[in-house]
């Protein structure tokens, strides 16, 4: 699980379903959301249909924390889930997934993962057009794009939708027995295919598959619309793709690191950049220590590559609750001290390298820096494995102003006096895109340089409060 104290970039959602006949989805939509809570830890929520219809449970927290022994009451063989981090609409109960609203068909369940960069001119057509909202999140507005439509058949309505959502988004849905997954047309966000003995599965990550004994198949395509009825699975390219333009930071944090993307292990991608990485920014320092747990793989790669030790000489206390961290100065730092520890004998007098994913605000790096200067580093060196974060992002992620973005103002020697390091270095652009093996043209790199795939969103109509004003 990602940690909420950290100032990183906050994870997106994360998205699986499941339709396996004879089975009961219910456990095994748990175990998938399990494998994801990484990508959200504010809510979680479960939907699965039966011949009584949809049956629905969600709630705030942890997956654990929600479901404890409610999944008996969750009948039938095919279920979608999610984990969520609120990035379009305040985390509240209202807000959580799956969101169900009814539709022709029966009830409409639906789960998504993205961020729509035009909800607030599609809800406020809605909203013309009768329909009442009852939350403040973007995959509400997706679902009634679907649900009122006048089309006669659920698979219609989706690529009538499909035809007018703008933005990022990956979405698993469930009617009248039938699942449904779809994914936007530049494939920003993730979506895979699998199969477990007759049945099928979607997720947002392969790492989802393993935990219940399912095999990937394929991705699912840009702009594709999958349909599982009675077993059967159909698949059909709604959208034609302009181009790919799968998230970069996927790679960097986002995903797991046991995780495949578009062909790719996570850990291997991340081990990759850290070599790179040393060689861009060597260091004349006594041994790498990683950011627990996301700087780790690309901590191995600068070690290996320099020829410096390796040491987890920062120890991660994976029992500090988010009740605890809470977003204000004095509890973010005393949140850093009780997260994150040092090991002294490794670091007193050791000249360290510090590895993390990212620098997005600045604070928490700096707390890092000290906390190791506290311990008898002699000397701190930090280097990233990513370049500079610079341009808010629309798409999922909860960074969509420039103003909480440290090196949209200062320059890489301006942070490196702030966060008090003796050196700072980042990952080149060029670096980024070699460690990964895709071309540029096939990755989203909008939060780097600017250039977004969908034109250039505004805040006020993608950002995470763009619906708060239409209560």
Same mark, same amino acid.
């Given at each position: 699980?990602?940690?909420?104290?950290?100032?990183?970039?906050?994870?997106?959602?994360?998205?699986?379903?499941?339709?396996?006949?004879?089975?009961?989805?219910?456990?095994?939509?748990?175990?998938?959301?399990?494998?994801?809570?990484?990508?959200?830890?504010e809510s979680a929520g479960i939907a699965t249909w039966?011949?009584?219809?949809?049956?629905?449970?969600?709630?705030?927290?942890?997956?654990?924390?929600?479901?404890?022994?409610?999944?008996?009451?969750?009948?039938?063989?095919?279920?979608?889930?999610?984990?969520?981090?609120?990035?379009?609409?305040?985390?509240?109960?209202?807000?959580?997934?799956?969101?169900?609203?009814?539709?022709?068909?029966?009830?409409?369940?639906?789960?998504?993962?993205?961020?729509?960069?035009? $909800?607030?001119?599609?809800?406020?057509?809605?909203?013309?057009?009768?329909?009442?909202?009852?939350?403040?999140?973007?995959?509400?507005?997706?679902?009634?794009?679907?649900?009122?439509?006048?089309?006669?058949?659920?698979?219609?309505?989706?690529?009538?939708?499909?035809?007018?959502?703008?933005? $990022?988004?990956?979405?698993? $849905?469930?009617?009248?027995?039938?699942?449904?997954?779809?994914?936007?047309?530049?494939?920003?966000?993730?979506?895979?295919?699998?199969?477990?003995?007759?049945?099928?599965?979607?997720?947002?990550?392969?790492?989802?598959?393993?935990?219940?004994?399912?095999?990937?198949?394929?991705?699912?395509?840009?702009?594709?619309?999958?349909?599982?009825?009675?077993?059967?699975?159909?698949?059909?390219?709604?959208?034609?793709?302009?181009?790919?333009?799968?998230?970069?930071?996927?790679?960097?944090?986002?995903?797991?690191?046991?995780?495949?993307?578009?062909?790719?292990?996570?850990?291997?991608?991340?081990?990759?950049?850290?070599?790179?990485?040393?060689?861009?920014?060597?260091?004349?320092?006594?041994?790498?220590?990683?950011?627990?747990?996301?700087?780790?793989?690309?901590?191995?790669?600068?070690?290996?590559?320099?020829?410096?030790?390796?040491?987890?000489?920062?120890?991660?206390?994976?029992?500090?609750?988010?009740?605890?961290?809470?977003?204000?100065?004095?509890?973010?730092?005393?949140?850093?001290?009780?997260?994150?520890?040092?090991?002294?004998?490794?670091?007193?007098?050791?000249?360290?390298?510090?590895?993390?994913?990212?620098?997005?605000?600045?604070?928490?790096?700096?707390?890092?820096?000290?906390?190791?200067?506290?311990?008898? $580093?002699?000397?701190?060196?930090?280097?990233?494995?990513?370049?500079?974060?610079?341009?808010?992002?629309?798409?999922?992620?909860?960074?969509?102003?420039?103003?909480?973005?440290?090196?949209?103002?200062?320059?890489?020697?301006?942070?490196?006096?702030?966060?008090?390091?003796?050196?700072?270095?980042?990952?080149?652009?060029?670096?980024?895109?070699?460690?990964?093996?895709?071309?540029?043209?096939?990755?989203?790199?909008?939060?780097?340089?600017?250039?977004?795939?969908t034109g250039q969103p505004r805040e006020e109509l993608?950002?995470?409060?763009?619906?708060?004003?239409?209560?």
């Open positions: 699980m990602k940690d909420p104290w950290r100032e990183g970039p906050r994870e997106e959602c994360g998205v699986f379903g499941i339709a396996w006949p004879g089975q009961t989805a219910a456990p095994l939509v748990y175990l998938g959301l399990l494998a994801l809570q990484h990508r959200g830890q039966s011949q009584g219809g949809l049956h629905l449970h969600k709630g705030m927290g942890l997956v654990s924390w929600v479901f404890d022994d409610r999944l008996s009451a969750l009948l039938g063989s095919v279920g979608i889930g999610h984990v969520r981090y609120s990035t379009m609409g305040s985390a509240v109960l209202e807000n959580a997934q799956p969101v169900a609203v009814p539709s022709p068909w029966g009830t409409l369940a639906v789960a998504h993962n993205g961020n729509l960069t035009n $909800a607030p001119q599609l809800r406020e057509e809605l909203q013309r057009r009768g329909v009442r909202f009852r939350g403040t999140s973007d995959t509400e507005v997706l679902a009634w794009c679907v649900a009122a439509s006048s089309r006669r058949t659920p698979e219609s309505a989706i690529r009538a939708a499909m035809e007018r959502l703008e933005g $990022a988004y990956t979405v698993v $849905a469930l009617i009248d027995g039938a699942l449904f997954a779809f994914r936007d047309p530049f494939a920003i966000r993730p979506l895979v295919l699998g199969r477990i003995a007759d049945g099928w599965v979607v997720a947002s990550e392969t790492c989802a598959f393993d935990q219940i004994g399912a095999v990937f198949v394929r991705d699912v395509l840009p702009g594709e619309l999958v349909v599982v009825r009675d077993g059967q699975l159909h698949g059909e390219v709604v959208l034609p793709s302009p181009r790919r333009a799968h998230c970069v930071f996927e790679y960097i944090y986002f995903a797991r690191p046991d995780t495949n993307l578009v062909g790719r292990n996570v850990h291997r991608v991340r081990r990759a950049m850290g070599r790179v990485l040393a060689r861009e920014h060597p260091a004349d320092a006594d041994l790498v220590v990683p950011v627990p747990d996301s700087g780790t793989s690309a901590a191995l790669g600068f070690a290996e590559q320099s020829g410096l030790r390796f040491e987890l000489a920062l120890v991660k206390n994976r029992y500090v609750g988010r009740t605890f961290i809470e977003p204000d100065p004095q509890r973010r730092d005393l949140g850093v001290r009780v997260k994150l520890n040092p090991v002294r004998e490794l670091v007193a007098g050791q000249r360290v390298v510090l590895v993390d994913d990212s620098i997005v605000r600045g604070t928490t790096s700096g707390k890092i820096v000290q906390v190791l200067r506290e311990a008898g $580093a002699r000397e701190v060196h930090v280097r990233i494995s990513s370049p500079p974060i610079r341009w808010p992002c629309f798409y999922g992620v909860d960074t969509s102003s420039r103003r909480q973005l440290v090196a949209a103002e200062l320059d890489v020697e301006q942070i490196r006096r702030r966060i008090g390091a003796d050196s700072l270095g980042y990952l080149s652009q060029e670096g980024l895109v070699e460690a990964i093996g895709l071309s540029r043209a096939e990755l989203c790199m909008a939060c780097l340089d600017g250039q977004y795939p993608a950002g995470r409060m763009a619906l708060e004003v239409a209560r």
